[in-house]
């Protein structure tokens, strides 16, 4: 079984403050990927990032970078200089064990306050 | 490349009537297609999925249905709606099962009253 763990259900910051969504998961299997999708006010969800089990390297893209620890199942995100654009509900995925079906955690809401 | 479509957006329907969303995806063939279900202020629900046409898994026993009539196009169905059918549904293809990295359609708000 496949378990994401998102604790923060809401989350307030002041625009350009840096912010960290959490995400731990759970799987008995060596081989699994990992996600982030953004679903901005609109709705749609957004895929973000794909990260692979044996893969621990830590990836930024502009403001967004993404911390990775097997040791501790967790694949935290991390927005620097928050923008209001950056609200929306984030969640964390986690696809393992060749299901070929996703797990998602119940979401992370961020408010970025002007 | 690759798009995703789903319909309606906005549906408004009285318990006991029937249901139809449309998913199609255009630009890849033998996806596999995905439907879950987001309640308010919930998470993602995993309902259906297909690997290939008439191939459909369910992963929750439920009033809905879903069939694959052709490679891309993927139907969510009810015969009778129920009220706590009400939520936010969202379709989504997968090109690479084994990774599983997912793209979702616009979504389709369904209320029931």
């Known amino acids: 079984a496949q378990k994401v763990t998102q604790a923060q259900t809401e989350i307030s910051v002041v625009e350009k403050e840096d912010v960290t969504l959490d995400c731990v998961y759970e799987?008995?299997?060596?081989?699994?990927?990992l996600f982030w999708y953004k679903q901005p006010p609109s709705g749609e969800l957004v895929f973000l990032i794909r990260?692979?089990?044996?893969?621990?390297q830590n990836e930024i893209s502009g403001r967004y970078s993404w911390n990775f620890q097997k040791s501790t199942s967790s694949f935290n995100f991390t927005i620097t200089a928050s923008q209001v654009v950056d609200s929306a509900v984030y969640f964390c995925?986690?696809?393992?064990?060749?299901?070929?079906?996703?797990?998602f955690g119940t979401g992370t809401k961020l408010q970025v306050i002007p | 490349s690759q798009t995703i479509h789903q319909w309606p957006a906005t549906l408004v329907q009285p318990v006991g009537s029937p249901l139809s969303l449309e998913c199609t995806v255009e630009?890849?063939?033998?996806?596999?297609l995905y439907w879950y279900r987001q309640a308010a202020g919930r998470g993602l629900q995993l309902l259906f999925y297909?690997?290939?046409?008439?191939?459909i898994s369910s992963e929750v026993p439920q009033n809905l249905s879903a069939s694959r009539p052709q490679d891309r196009q993927f139907i969510l169905s009810s015969k009778k709606l129920l009220l706590s059918d009400s939520g936010f549904y969202l379709c989504?293809?997968?090109?690479?099962?084994?990774?599983?990295?997912?793209?979702f359609g616009e979504g389709s708000r369904l209320t029931v009253l």
């Open positions: 989504a293809w997968t090109g690479t099962p084994n990774t599983g990295e997912l793209f």
């Open positions: 799987t008995r299997d060596t081989t699994y990927y």
């Open positions: 990260r692979n089990s044996f893969d621990e």
């Open positions: 995925a986690l696809n393992s064990g060749g299901y070929q079906k996703v797990t």
């Open positions: 630009g890849t063939s033998n996806p596999n």
């Open positions: 297909s690997i290939g046409i008439d191939q």
